[in-house]
């Protein structure tokens, strides 16, 4: 376990800026995940973490000991790939001690460190394959095997599930939830999957053009997202956002909404604001407050819960329910005041 600071970290390759004042403190063994839109800077910080790649200013601690000039195999660090990196012309088991090996470490401890990494990972079978004799996740089992017989302080995961299938990515999760409950060890992971960033973190880091939008725990962004880009971003269906133009504000502090006068009691209103409405918060009757008659445009049925979509205010609006919906017209409402931004 270790704990990590990178202080005042930029990045920029020529004159794209990729990473502005990043600022961010991990305590002992925490499990962050990483996540926005393609291109903003992650996995660019991952290669600067692990030495990769070269930091233009700020520092970087591992551990409260200032690493920015450590070689990537002194800093104590493991790397795990989309792409796996494994060696073709080498077996599962030359591909897990390859690292070991050239750092000169005892040959009966390099056993020892592989079968126990193989046992955990449930790979001890596959020792003597090639790389090409595995299945996809075989083969990730095995990226992530070489990483522990490292015995690192800190493991960087880049995307690591994002080449498997379905079934197989939820499994792997699984696995390495359990992994990390059972090394301890720091976790910063990189990843687009929605379902992977809220099961497996401690804290998320949501990111946005090398800055961070918002460092919390899951139930903090879910419930409390700093500002429309978080809430669209984690949720899914993503979450609906309802301009509600300053005309429709009748008093100070209460608002027109699709024909409910609504009032709400701790607020001033004077400007446009934007109210957000997540997909399963939404109900397909009347009992909420903001009540609305909709025409349902497509129903999309996921077995134990159907996606509805709907036109509101020129816009797609989306709606998550376990209920029956006619497919032609539904009656639904929604709480006021769950998300307000202005
Ligand atoms: N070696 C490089 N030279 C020039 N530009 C680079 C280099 N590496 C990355 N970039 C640029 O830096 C930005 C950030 O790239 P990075 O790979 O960190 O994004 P990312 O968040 O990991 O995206 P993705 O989700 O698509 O993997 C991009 O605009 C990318 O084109
Ligand atoms: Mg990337």
Do not use: W
Not at 217 to 239: C, H, L, R, T
Request: aromatic share 8%.
């Amino acid at each position: 376990m270790a704990t990590i600071e990178l202080k005042n970290i930029e990045k920029s390759f020529g004159s794209n800026k990729v990473i502005n004042k990043f600022n961010i403190k991990i305590n002992h063994g925490e499990f962050i995940v990483l996540v926005g839109p393609s291109g903003c800077g992650k996995s660019t910080l991952l290669r600067m973490i692990s030495g990769l790649e070269s930091v233009d200013e700020g520092e970087i601690h591992l551990d409260k000991k200032l690493i920015n000039n450590l070689i990537p195999s002194k800093r104590g660090i493991a790397m795990v790939f989309q792409s796996y990196a494994l060696y073709p012309h080498m077996n599962v088991y030359e591909n897990m001690s390859f690292g070991l090996k050239n750092e000169k470490i005892d040959k009966n401890e390099i056993d020892k460190k592989v079968k126990d990494a193989a046992k955990t990972l449930q790979i001890e079978n596959l020792l003597e394959r090639k790389p090409r004799q595995l299945s996809g996740g075989q083969r990730q089992r095995v990226a992530i095997g070489r990483a522990i017989t490292r015995n690192p302080k800190l493991f960087l995961f880049d995307e690591p599930l994002s080449n498997l299938d379905a079934a197989l990515r939820s499994e792997m999760r699984v696995e390495i939830s359990k992994l990390h409950k059972k090394l301890g060890t720091n976790i910063i992971y990189v990843t687009h999957d929605q379902v992977e960033a809220m099961t497996l973190a401690d804290k998320i880091v949501i990111l946005n053009e090398g800055l961070i939008e918002q460092y919390g725990s899951p139930d903090q962004i879910y419930n409390n997202p700093n500002n429309i880009f978080v809430a669209e971003f984690i949720g899914s269906p993503k979450m609906n956002i309802l301009k509600i133009g300053k005309d429709k504000i009748t008093n100070q502090n209460i608002i027109n909404i699709f024909n409910n006068k609504i009032k709400f009691d701790n607020y001033k209103f004077s400007d446009d604001i934007f109210m957000g409405i997540r997909p399963e918060h939404i109900k397909t009757d009347d009992s909420s407050d903001v009540k609305v008659d909709i025409k349902v445009d497509i129903i999309e049925n996921l077995g134990f819960e159907k996606i509805i979509y709907t036109t509101l205010n020129g816009k797609e609006f989306r709606i998550k329910t376990s209920n029956n919906v006619n497919k032609d017209h539904s009656k639904i409402s929604f709480s006021k005041k769950k998300y307000l931004f202005f």
